[in-house]
């Protein structure tokens, strides 16, 4: 629901479509970007800023995933793979033809989306359910697909990626990185506020909510629902291979059912929203690195798996998150983010 | 030929295993409508179990399979009560996320207690070759695809003769008519996923005896379910007794054929491929219900 503040008004249509409304409102985004710009590459450690890098990567791919989820309700598992596509297809560009990253991100992007169209094809007869199941097959496959890739993708060897550069400028420390991750990062998240209010969003909300009554409307959802798929494999993508550039060198493992599912949770967490994807993204990394600084007291407390003894204590922990998060919390907390700023909007006078 | 009929023997074995997998998944969706990803973990977790019973604390196999059951039924009671019910009319995503997240629960716990790979149950017959005709078939193999057969028998017996089986069957059909009729749709509940479970546990042990425990391989036994299922149908059990054959056949084959081209592994991604190919043609399974909607 839209609550505005007392004596708001539009006048005209520039008003009306604008995104940030009050004076207010653009002092906090001012605030917001000079922090994440500024501020935090100033003052943070290398390792925070790598932390932080990884958010923002994270951030574009779960807004992928967002789109097809809390935006299209459709359920889609492999979304790791369709970042290993990027991924790869960055990477292989990079080192086979020694393009630069701004010809191969793009190019990268675009063949992640592609195989997310094929992969979405099915769903011009089945939907739900099966659906999830033709993402699940579709990561088994592609990631084979690489495994088996011979020479062209290294499969267990890893594919190593150039470093970003701009003219002779390269991109090869975490606060240089930083700046190009979070910048595409605040691109996305600003190109999917819009996305969404297009006539492609609104059709996605309606097939979401039913998509019998959807196509009475005149949408076409078939065509919805792979456009669906297609932007979402194509952030996939984008995230992708801004991963395979920062870290180096890109491998299998680095994209796991795991991942997806780790994805999916981070959504369940926020809850169906654009806020509510960041959120996610962010309570589930910051619950990542207070375990990490557990890890020496989980060790001690598991000796027999000391190595494996924090991914493990990992997993329990997710599992048992996520459960109480579809029990307790099913809306997530971009809901509890709004309730929030409803009783400061309302304040003091809370009706 | 020989190699052929060899291939296709074999694959119809361990298809055994996978029908029976597939079973589990029907049971619990035929009564709840929900797709239990959490079956991989469950396998292996209960495996891990017998054998921390009876490796591990030296527990007698007479004790220690009641024990089993018994924790079983524990599981599947916690799993209705703290997780199913709470989310009954809630989306697809939550009943596919709370399953989802069940078996990443399982799957650290066992990744915490029982790290590494290295673990055998105490065989039940020892590694012997039999001979049919001019084939040679494992002991084991024969012996698993026995023990499936007879559960399979006893399940659809359970299901069929028995008064519970009928109160299961109503609920599959109907949730509300079942329960005007004076069935306990909850106790159902707990009861499909008890049987699931326990043949959850089945086939790991079973698959055990080829395999060794360790978790990835019990998993993924699990999740071939998955691509049973989805073969045959979600709500079929005939479904997934074919569907477990032909994901055999269709595995033995494409190792026997495809592997020399590809260097190896083309059984894990086979299924998959025909998977694909029948839900394109038939979206839903061979034998599943085509559901008719109205807005």
């Known amino acids: 629901m839209l609550r505005r503040p007392c004596g708001t008004f539009d006048e005209n249509y520039v008003q009306d479509s604008a995104l940030v409304r009050t004076r207010f409102r653009w002092t906090l985004l001012a605030l917001l970007l000079a922090g994440l710009f500024i501020a935090f590459p100033w003052l943070a450690s290398n390792y925070l800023l790598d932390v932080m890098t990884n958010i923002a990567i994270t951030v574009i791919a779960v807004l992928g995933l967002q789109i097809v989820i809390g935006f299209t309700g459709q359920i889609s598992l492999g979304h790791a793979a369709f970042m290993a596509a990027g991924a790869y297809a960055s990477g292989m560009i990079s080192y086979h033809l020694g393009w630069s990253f701004w010809i191969s991100m793009p190019l990268a992007a675009l063949s992640s989306g592609l195989l997310g169209l094929i992969v979405a094809i099915p769903a011009l007869r089945i939907r739900g359910f099966y659906i999830a199941v033709t993402t699940l097959v579709a990561h088994f496959i592609i990631m084979w697909g690489i495994l088996h890739g011979g020479n062209v993708t290294m499969g267990l060897v890893g594919l190593s990626a150039d470093d970003v550069r701009i003219g002779s400028f390269a991109l090869d420390n975490e606060r240089r990185f930083y700046y190009l991750a979070m910048t595409l990062a605040v691109l996305t998240v600003f190109l999917t506020t819009n996305l969404m209010r297009t006539r492609i969003g609104r059709a996605m909300l309606a097939v979401r909510d039913n998509d019998l009554a959807a196509s009475f409307m005149g949408i076409n959802v078939f065509r919805t629902k792979i456009t669906a798929f297609f932007l979402s494999s194509l952030y996939a993508g984008v995230a992708g291979a801004l991963m395979a550039h920062y870290q180096g060198i890109i491998t299998v493992e680095q994209f796991t059912l795991m991942d997806s599912i780790w994805m999916l949770g981070m959504i369940i967490i926020g809850g169906p929203s654009i806020i509510g994807a960041v959120f996610g993204v962010f309570f589930m990394k910051i619950l990542h690195q207070i375990i990490l600084l557990l890890a020496p007291w989980i060790g001690g407390l598991f000796p027999l798996v000391a190595g494996t003894a924090v991914a493990g204590f990992m997993q329990l922990f997710f599992g048992a998150v996520i459960i109480w998060f579809l029990v307790f919390e099913p809306r997530g907390l971009a809901h509890r983010w709004q309730i929030i700023l409803s009783i400061f909007r309302l304040w003091p006078f809370p009706h | ?295």
């Open chain 2, 1 to 295: 030929m020989n190699f052929f009929l060899e291939i296709l023997l074999n694959g119809l074995l361990s298809g055994g295993v996978y029908a029976l997998m597939g079973l589990a998944l029907v049971i619990i969706y035929k009564s709840s409508s929900i797709f239990n990803f959490a079956h991989g973990s469950l396998v292996a977790f209960t495996t891990f179990l017998l054998w921390q019973l009876i490796v591990g604390w030296h527990v007698p196999i007479w004790l220690a399979v009641p024990l089993l059951v018994a924790f079983t039924f524990l599981v599947s009671y916690l799993v209705q009560r703290l997780v199913l019910q709470p989310l009954i009319g809630q989306s697809l995503m939550s009943a596919i996320m709370a399953t989802i997240a069940l078996g990443e629960f399982l799957h650290g716990a066992a990744v915490l207690f029982w790290p590494g790979p290295g673990r055998m149950l105490p065989p039940f017959i020892g590694a012997s070759r039999v001979r049919i005709g001019s084939i040679a078939v494992s002991g084991e193999a024969l012996l698993n695809f026995a023990v499936c057969s007879v559960c399979f028998a006893v399940f659809l017996a359970f299901f069929h003769k028995t008064r519970f089986g009928l109160a299961m069957r109503g609920t599959a059909e109907d949730h509300m008519l079942a329960e005007s009729e004076g069935v306990s749709v909850s106790r159902v509940f707990i009861v499909s996923w008890f049987v699931a479970i326990l043949i959850a546990a089945v086939g790991g042990i079973l698959m055990s005896s080829l395999f060794g425990i360790s978790f990835e391989p019990l998993h993924g036994l699990g999740m071939k379910g998955l691509a049973v299922v989805i073969f045959g149908g979600l709500e079929s059990i005939v479904g997934a007794m074919i569907g477990g054959l032909v994901i055999g056949v269709v595995e033995s084959l494409s190792s026997g054929y495809f592997d020399p081209y590809v260097g190896g592994g083309s059984a894990e991604v086979a299924p998959y491929i025909v998977l694909l190919v029948a839900l394109l043609f038939r979206p839903y399974g061979l034998f599943g219900y085509q559901r008719i909607e109205r807005v």
